[in-house]
């Protein structure tokens, strides 16, 4: 049985018409010791279905654990949200754990913008992260129930196109509980930077951009 719907598909069709940019979604998954990995690779095989611009491989970790190091992968199920094409680019956006319920909107925003090639950010992030040279790494703790939670992946993934010095990974806290007990996430969306900074709920941009400061500084 399909995940998607078929009003789902007919408005993701439209959606994808619209894509400037081939996308190449990346997964890594396994057959045993992981509850949605193969739910996770049915929904970018069907996506894949609605554009000719989206194509998916899937890779098995245990098997392909130097293809998962060469994209820093470490957690399964993961996806990977790249321009594909001739100018082949990895921005550093990565989904741990199935991106479902009100999270699917923020996977479909991601293949859009990767596709697009812009961030959408304002001017005044663009400047400081033109200047960042140091690594950047966020973490957004969700949960698939949480309304809230697909703005802060978003703009998570809008800071990592910007710069080849951040990523932005989305990571399904039930999924990795011992991931989510070591960063303290009692509540959704919470952001970690660097380990050594965090924010909760799903903070404005400049908000955000105050945070990726102090946790460069520290």
Excluded at 40 to 68: H, Q, R
Aim: proline share 6%; hydrophobic share 40%.
């Amino acid at each position: 049985m399909p995940l998607l719907q078929e009003q789902d598909r007919q408005f993701l069709i439209e959606k994808f018409s619209e894509l400037q940019n081939p996308v190449n979604l990346i997964v890594f998954t396994q057959e045993e010791d992981c509850q949605y990995c193969a739910e996770t690779a049915e929904l970018a095989g069907e996506l894949a279905e609605l554009s000719d611009k989206i194509n998916v491989d899937v890779y098995d970790y245990p098997s392909n654990l130097d293809i998962a190091a060469q994209y820093d992968v470490d957690k399964i199920p993961a996806t990977i949200v790249m321009q594909g094409g001739d100018n082949v680019k990895d921005y550093g956006i990565r989904y741990y754990g199935i991106p479902s319920g009100y999270e699917f909107s923020s996977y479909i925003e991601a293949i859009t913008l990767v596709s697009s090639g812009e961030s959408g950010l304002m001017a005044e992030t663009k400047e400081w992260i033109a200047s960042l040279e140091t690594p950047v790494e966020l973490q957004v703790f969700v949960t698939p129930t949480c309304p809230h939670c697909p703005r802060a992946v978003v703009l998570a993934h809008q800071l990592a196109m910007e710069s080849d010095f951040i990523t932005g990974h989305m990571v399904e806290a039930m999924e990795f509980p011992e991931l989510s007990a070591q960063y303290q996430v009692q509540g959704v969306p919470r952001t970690v930077i660097n380990d050594n900074t965090h924010m909760e709920g799903a903070a404005p941009e400049m908000m955000l951009l105050d945070k990726l400061k102090q946790a460069v500084a520290a």
